[in-house]
């Protein structure tokens, strides 16, 4: 067995989470998760100046993914709504730091 067979052999449960996290989009997405806390959508789209559906979509594909989760609460930025904060799993942190590493090589 090669070297390359037996990376892709012990890590195939995250090869699947590095082609889904592995687009120019998310990983801008999971790169801010990594700034603060949690954030949503809109704060997300303004930041990265892309559409808020656009956004929604690809944060959707990375919770699927499990290297983002989502929760419900409050924002009063302009007055007090509900909304949906996404914040980086333990799992989402380790595969950007894993895609990071090998676009360094």
Known sequence: MTELELIFKENAADIEKIHVAAQPTRLQILNSL????????TNLGKELNVERKVIAFHLNALEKAGLVKS???????NRPSAVKYYQLTPKGRDILEKILNMLKK
């Open 71 to 77: 929760e419900y609460g409050l924002s009063y930025e």
């Open 34 to 41: 990594t700034k603060t806390e949690k954030l949503y959508a």
